[in-house]
């Protein structure tokens, strides 16, 4: 089957460093994507990588090691503002573009 | 800038009646999709299209449809409501296949 998991929940304090973790098992993969979504709103894109290592946008990384089927988000300097949902998500199909999504990790920002 | 536009943004409806929801992009992408997401749950494919004319099923298209008849716009019709499709529904496009995937402020649906 089809399967990404992430932690649920995650709590932290303002200024502090946050990782969330994915671990996915997909019948293909092009990719490892994350998106961030606030209070049931549109999702919006943080980070992709297709192949191994680490990306950094900003206040945000993202590391991805295909072999372990494992990649993680980073979140450093923590503001009020990154409380929200962040969706890891598997690009299964390479000319269908189709993701699948993990159910997501709820950051709670802490002052 | 519009981006992504869904119509209607809420709607409830009662069991068995019909709908289109639209999704309309302004971006040129040829790419686009059709997701619910359900309380706790990420999102879920539902159909999707990788140039006009074209559709193909996600991972739950049960009870629904689509077309894409026009490059930039992309319906997904209740042909018959049922209280278990009260979700909320996402539209999304891309570029290309390899390209981040834009979002549609999503269309609130309830089935009574």
């Known amino acids: 089957g089809q399967s990404l998991e992430q932690p649920s929940e995650v709590t932290a304090v303002e200024g502090a460093i946050v990782q969330i973790n994915c671990t996915y098992q997909t019948s293909g993969f092009y990719g490892l994507s994350w998106y961030q979504q606030h209070d049931g709103g549109a999702p919006t894109f943080l980070s992709y990588?297709?192949?191994?290592g680490l990306e950094e946008t900003g206040r945000f990384s993202s590391f991805l090691s295909r072999s372990d089927s494992y990649g993680y988000l980073l979140l450093q300097e923590l503001q009020m503002k990154d409380s929200a949902s962040y969706f890891c998500a598997v690009r299964e199909g390479g000319n269908t573009g189709k993701l699948i999504f993990g159910q997501g990790t709820t950051l709670q920002v802490k002052p | 800038n519009a981006g992504v536009t869904q119509t209607p943004k809420f709607r409830v409806l009662k069991t068995g009646q019909s709908m289109t929801l639209l999704c309309a992009q302004d971006m040129n992408h040829e790419y686009m999709y059709w997701y619910r997401q359900d309380p706790g749950m990420g999102l879920r494919l539902i159909h999707y299209s990788v140039g006009e004319g074209t559709t193909a099923k996600g991972e739950v298209p049960d009870g629904y449809n689509v077309s894409r008849l026009k490059k930039q716009n992309f319906l997904l019709g209740l042909e018959s409501a049922a209280p278990s499709q009260t979700s909320v529904y996402f539209c999304?496009?891309?570029?290309?296949?390899?390209?981040?995937?834009?979002f549609g402020d999503g269309t609130r649906l309830s089935i009574l």
């Open positions: 990588n297709a192949l191994d």
């Open positions: 999304a496009s891309r570029e290309e296949s390899n390209q981040p995937q834009h």
